[in-house]
């Protein structure tokens, strides 16, 4: 209903969109849970899009930083695969940061965890892979922004100012999850009171 009062029917779309792709995603980790099925690198990190939550939060980057949803280039696959990259920094990095929690309580839905189990790679290997992933992720992002500014017609601000925000978000997650109790195992915790 909030939405609503900020954004104009195309956003109001997406966003119901991107929610209801959450929420799927939630029956596909519960679903994995009750069969105890660890997916593979692949079929996770194409879930991982959606358990995340990251596109909802994108999409209100257009009320917040006052963007206008028609001024934004939604055709552009650059500025869609400037999304898809933010959305896994932000996921590989909370993996990152919730890895010996969710290792402590058995769940598999962690890149970590699944290169461990899936590949046979121990632990500090596969921490170390998915630290080069992040770093890839990255390094992508900052490519496709660059290539996307040097784009024959430009940008408009309204583009530009969303795909900052973009970038504001993975840099935001990676900044609060440093700092996030919901992460901290409860033997870890104890020792740090």
């Known amino acids: 209903m909030r939405l609503r009062t900020v954004a104009p029917p195309g956003l109001q779309e997406r966003f119901a969109g991107h929610v209801a792709d959450y929420l799927e995603s939630y029956e596909w980790e519960t679903h994995n849970r009750r069969v105890g099925y660890c997916p593979d690198v692949e079929e996770y990190l194409a879930k991982r899009q959606h358990t995340g939550a990251a596109h909802p939060c994108f999409d209100l980057i257009v009320p917040a930083a006052g963007v206008q949803y028609d001024r934004v280039d939604w055709t552009n696959a650059r500025r869609g695969r400037l999304e898809y990259l933010s959305s896994e920094i932000i996921t590989l990095s909370n993996d990152l940061a919730s890895f010996p929690k969710e290792m402590e309580q058995g769940d598999v839905h962690n890149i970590v965890i699944i290169l461990m189990r899936r590949h046979g790679l ?17 390094a992508d992002f900052e490519r496709e922004e660059r290539g996307l500014a040097r784009a024959i017609h430009g940008l408009n601000d309204d583009t530009k100012l969303y795909i900052h925000g973009l970038k504001v978000w993975y840099l935001a997650n990676y900044f609060w999850s440093l700092k996030c109790r919901r992460f901290i195992v409860d033997q870890v915790d104890e020792a740090a009171r």
């Open 122 to 138: 121990p632990e500090q290997e596969a921490v170390r892979r998915a630290v080069n992933l992040v770093k890839s992720r990255i």
